[in-house]
Structure formats: structure tokens, C-alpha cells
Antibody, heavy 119, light 106 residues
């Protein structure tokens, strides 16, 4: 059974760095074409993809946010760091498993974690 | 950068057929997938690689992708189909989401 769960602070101050952890189980990153993405969704707004790391440790970033993002793998975890947080970054942050092929579909999602940026 | 455009809303009566479009430059040359997101829930994959349904997605869900438009079609609409729907593609090492369409079942 594939599961993912996001964890991290619910509240961060402007200019701080956000670190989110995605803890997964039920699949292995050693499987070819496996990948994990981070996606966010501001309240009432659309999904926005942030970053992806694949089975080969290749990393890809949203071009608009690339200078602020770092994604990396740890044992059964994928970590996302976002620097210089702003109130506009208030959103629910999701991690999702995907396949690095075709449309790069995301077939399992975590429940999401709401991050509020406020002083 | 590549952009996918969806209508903000679609309304349909129970039992009817809903079509949700996703427009992008030569989107038919890319693979597209679709997600359903009900209120307060995480998105759920309902279609991938243009026309493939994941396990557990009913046959009422189908899709096409050609030219500049990908379309998700839901036949025999049920009240439980009311949700936001997002298309998604891969372009130049980035995942691209459409802006989402709110499907209302009247």
C-alpha cells in the first residue's frame, strides 16, 4: 500500500526558510521511472507544481521558483526547502508519487499540510 | 513557458454528459493527465497518458487529446462527480497544471 505524508511547520515568518518532509512507504525509489513531486495550492486557488526528484536523483524545479527551492531524497523521505518565505506562499503543500514518463502522472498524493506565512 | 487553459466552470445536470477542455499549443503532441479534487481533499488521478484510466476509476470517465485541445468527458453525471478538475502535462523538464475547472452538478 502506497502512502505519503507531509510534515513541517504550520506557521513560518516572512523571510524564513521552510523545510517540509514527505515520508513515504509502499514503494521504492530504486524502481525505474519512480519520482516524487511537491505541489502547492493557495487557499481557493489552483494547483502549482514546485519540484520533482526522480529515481536517478535528477531534480527539476518550477522555473519561476527555482532560485528558492531545493529538493532531495533521504531514507524513505523527500525533503523540500523553500527560502525567503512570503505571505503569498501561504498554501497547502502536497507531495505526490509519480512516474517519470509521458505526462509524468501523479498517482498517489499525501493529505497535504497547510503552511501559513505571517509575522 | 507552456500554458494549459481550462474554462473556470462547467455546469451539468445529473445523468447528462460533461466535457471539460484543456487547451494548449499542440497539446495533442504531449501526453495529458487529469485530476479530480473534491472539496477539502487531495487531488485524485482519474486519467493518465491521455486515455488510460487508473484502477478504480469508472468507465464513465474518458478522454481525448488532439490538436490544441485535450478533453475529459464524464458521462452519466452523478452528484458525487461535483469537484474541481485539473489537466496536467510535462514540458521542458517541468510539470504544468491547467488552472482548473469547477464542475457543478445542478
Amino acid at each position: 500500500q502506497v502512502t505519503l505524508r507531509e510534515s513541517g511547520p504550520a506557521l513560518v515568518k516572512p523571510t524564513q526558510t521552510l523545510t517540509l518532509t514527505c515520508t513515504y512507504s509502499g514503494f521504492s525509489f530504486t524502481e525505474t521511472a519512480m519520482c516524487v513531486s511537491w505541489i502547492r495550492q493557495p487557499p481557493g486557488k489552483a494547483l502549482e507544481w514546485l519540484a520533482l526528484v526522480d529515481w536517478d536523483d535528477d531534480k527539476f524545479y518550477n522555473t519561476s521558483l527555482a532560485s528558492r527551492l531545493t529538493i532531495y531524497k533521504a531514507t524513505s523521505q523527500v525533503v523540500l526547502r523553500m527560502t525567503n518565505m512570503d505571505p503569498m506562499d501561504t498554501a497547502t503543500y502536497y507531495c505526490a508519487r509519480g512516474y517519470a514518463s509521458g505526462s509524468y502522472p501523479l498517482d498517489y498524493w499525501g493529505p497535504g499540510t497547510l503552511v501559513t506565512v505571517s509575522s | 513557458s507552456y500554458k494549459l487553459t481550462q474554462p473556470p466552470s462547467v455546469s451539468v445536470s445529473p445523468g447528462q454528459t460533461a466535457s471539460i477542455t484543456c487547451s494548449g499549443d499542440e497539446v495533442g503532441k504531449r501526453y495529458v493527465c487529469w485530476y479530480q479534487q473534491k472539496s477539502g481533499q487531495s487531488p485524485r488521478l482519474v486519467m493518465y497518458q491521455d486515455t488510460s484510466r487508473p484502477s478504480g476509476i469508472p468507465e464513465r470517465f474518458s478522454a481525448t487529446n488532439s490538436g490544441d485541445t485535450a478533453t475529459l468527458t464524464i458521462s452519466g453525471i452523478l452528484p458525487m462527480d461535483e469537484a474541481d478538475y485539473y489537466c496536467q502535462a510535462w514540458d521542458t523538464n517541468t510539470v504544468i497544471f491547467g488552472g482548473g475547472t469547477k464542475l457543478s452538478v445542478l
